[in-house]
Each structure stands twice: as C-alpha cells, then as structure tokens.
C-alpha cells in the first residue's frame, strides 16, 4: 500500500493556468500538465527568492519532499519551454493557506503584500 500524499499547504492559485506556444502550427503535439503544489515552489524558490527550507516550512511538508516536488516542477518547465509544449497548471494534493503566522513570517501571500502586519 503506499503512502496517503499529504496535503501541501499553498498561498494562492495562479492568475494563469494555461501557457502555450502562439505559433498554431504546434498544436496537438502534446501538453505538459503541472500540479498547483509544483507550481508553488517554483513561486516560492524562484520567484521569491525562498531556500528550500523556507519553502518546505511554508507549505507544512519536508525539505526532502519540496526538493522532489520542485525538481518535478522544473523538469516540466523545461519540458514545455524546450519541446514547445503547452504548459497546464491544475490539480494536485493541496490547502489554501488562511495567511498564519508562518504565512506572514515570510510574506509569501500576493493577498498579504500590501496589507498591514
Ligand atoms: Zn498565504
């Protein structure tokens, strides 16, 4: 029997979901489809500048699995930009976050920046 995957906490959804190729002529090759917690760390590590542990703390889950989850993540980044593939985030195993301290600590929230701490 394996593992029950646990719930990955996440700060929000994307504003978009759905990325592909303008050129019409690379339909039907194919779509590279990324789950929302793969997402979230490429958010967090890349696009905020968090560590791994950071991150793996953020999303309630262990350094170990964030590692696995964003080198998954990454390896599909690649995936879409290198084979020209449309990229779709949806699913996964996740939580939206309710902005804890945690949340807060390390402003990771899009909805908090701004808001008064
Ligand atoms: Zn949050």
New binding site residues.
């Given amino acids: 029997m394996t593992r029950p995957r646990k719930w990955k906490n996440v ?1 929000c959804l994307p504003p978009v979901r759905e990325f592909g190729p303008l050129d019409p002529a690379s339909a039907d090759a194919g779509v590279v489809r990324m789950d929302v917690e793969e997402y979230e760390t490429i958010r967090l590590i890349d696009h905020l500048g968090m560590t791994q542990e950071e991150c793996a703390e953020r999303m309630g889950v262990a350094r170990t699995t964030v590692q696995s989850i964003y080198s998954e993540a990454r390896r599909k980044v690649a995936r879409s930009l290198v084979e020209g593939l449309p990229l779709i985030i949806d699913g996964g195993r996740y939580r939206l ?1 309710e ?1 804890g301290e945690v ?1 807060r600590k390390h402003r ?2 899009r909805r ?1 920046q701004g808001a008064p701490r």
Avoid: E, F, N, V
């Fill in positions: 700060c976050c902005h949340c990771a929230c908090l």
